[in-house]
């Protein structure tokens, strides 16, 4: 695996590949195993996978965990190593964002961004459209690979492709999950002990919602403060749970042919969130991988 830290050398890299098709799978780092999943999805869309690390700080928001982010490079880069990606890009905040941080275009995909997490993170999906532009431009790649855990992220960034005409294929990979039915995420890691027993109940309220959903009862504001309730009383500080079209992200209509239930929730230091896809009659653990 080549590791490059910057545009000149990242060009160099894929100039030398210039007749491989190229997957690209950006990440934050601190890898787990959805993480590496996305990684071996990329591999089956291109001879050339290549991945980026970089926490970016335009989709942090004041008082959040930028500084704490957990970074664990060495681990990573082995990880990679043994999935096979082919280069490694590791830019530096200077390299991605050259001018002072006030000075720099942002994208903004409108509207979508600024519902649900966007409500709760403002300026967060400006964040993550600038980013993904920025590494889409640097890489040029032919297809680029994302989880379906962070659902609104995956639409905000197939609409930004779409609008800017981006000859870019977008991914969606399914949530990998822990044995308990936990998402997968870096910022599990924030989870005491004692959370780490509570915060399965937030994907096994959802599938108790999309159950009942998916037998086609549709009393979908008493359901929300069932799940509310519930997740509350255990412990959790609910963020929102909405049951909405997952092509539009509007409230699911009577006449929708699927929907999907979008969840985000403070669980001491994590912010969880999850979703999962209804399309009746539902079949089990849909949306889901599971690790054996």
Do not use: W
Request: with cysteine; net charge negative.
């Amino acid at each position: 695996m080549l590791v490059v830290q910057t545009l000149v050398e990242l060009r160099a890299a894929l100039a030398a590949r210039r007749k491989d098709k190229v997957a690209f799978v950006p990440t934050m780092g601190n890898l787990h195993a959805g993480h590496l999943a996305l990684v071996r999805e990329a591999r089956q869309h291109g001879s050339c996978v290549v991945v980026s690390i970089f926490v970016n700080p335009m989709q942090f928001g004041a008082n959040e965990d930028l500084e704490q982010y957990p970074a664990t490079l060495e681990q990573d880069q082995q990880a990679l190593q043994a999935e096979g990606a082919d280069i490694l890009f590791l830019p530096s905040v200077k390299e991605i964002y050259p001018r002072p941080m006030q000075q720099q275009i942002r994208i903004e995909v409108p509207e979508i961004s600024s519902l649900y997490c966007g409500a709760s993170r403002p300026g967060h999906f400006v964040g993550v459209a600038t980013v993904v532009c920025k590494l889409f431009n640097m890489v040029q790649p032919d297809v680029a690979v994302f989880g379906k855990k962070d659902f609104q992220q995956l639409l905000v960034i197939r609409r930004m492709v779409a609008d800017l005409a981006m000859p870019v294929e977008i991914v969606g990979v399914a949530t990998v999950r822990e044995n308990n039915g936990l998402a997968m995420s870096s910022r599990n890691q924030y989870l005491s002990a004692e959370e780490r027993q509570i915060a399965p109940l937030l994907y096994g309220q959802l599938q108790a919602m999309a159950q009942v959903l998916g037998r086609g009862d549709i009393a979908i504001s008493a359901l929300q403060k069932s799940m509310r309730n519930t997740l509350d009383e255990a412990g959790f500080i609910t963020d929102y749970i909405e049951v909405l079209n997952p092509q539009t992200l509007l409230p699911v209509a009577a006449d929708d042919q699927s929907m999907i239930i979008l969840a985000a929730a403070q669980l001491g230091r994590a912010r969880l969130i999850d979703n999962i896809e209804v399309t009746p009659p539902l079949q089990p653990d849909v949306g889901s991988e599971r690790l054996v």
